[in-house]
Nanobody, 124 residues
Framework: QVQLVESGGGLVQAGASLRLSCAAS????????MGWFRQAPGKDREFVAA????????YYADSVKGRFTISRDNAANTVYLQMNSLKPEDTAVYYC?????????????????WGQGTQVTVSS
């Protein structure tokens, strides 16, 4: 069992940066792949980024590649999403998710564990 709590969202102007954090509890965190997803108003939830259990492999949606960086600190049971050069189209609720790597990479229907989400709003 893994419980996830996101933090770090907020309201920023276009071009700014934010770092999201996802604190995890549960003994299985260190063996789990982690992912970030987002859902904008009126749109489906979409994959943003993923990281394998060791942090050695990362994956990104084309829309965020080069701007966002996912990382994890297994000693702190935390995964991060550093978001740079934010755009208004990045506005969404951002969710942390955990599961096996195939589950996380499968898309929103894959991960077995989800956080409650944190709102990110980027103004133009």
């Amino acid at each position: 069992q893994v419980q996830l709590v996101e933090s770090g969202g907020g309201l920023v102007q276009a071009g700014a940066s934010l770092r999201l954090s996802c604190a995890a509890s549960g003994r299985t965190f260190r063996s789990a792949a982690m992912g970030w997803f987002r859902q904008a108003p009126g749109k489906d939830r979409e994959f943003v980024a993923a990281i394998n259990w060791s942090g050695g492999s990362t994956y990104y949606a084309d829309s965020v590649k080069g701007r966002f960086t996912i990382s994890r600190d297994n000693a702190a049971n935390t995964v991060y999403l550093q978001m740079n050069s934010l755009k208004p189209e990045d506005t969404a609720v951002y969710y942390c998710a955990a599961g096996s790597l195939p589950e996380v990479l499968a898309g929103p229907g894959g991960p077995r564990y989800w956080g409650q989400g944190t709102q990110v709003t980027v103004s133009s």
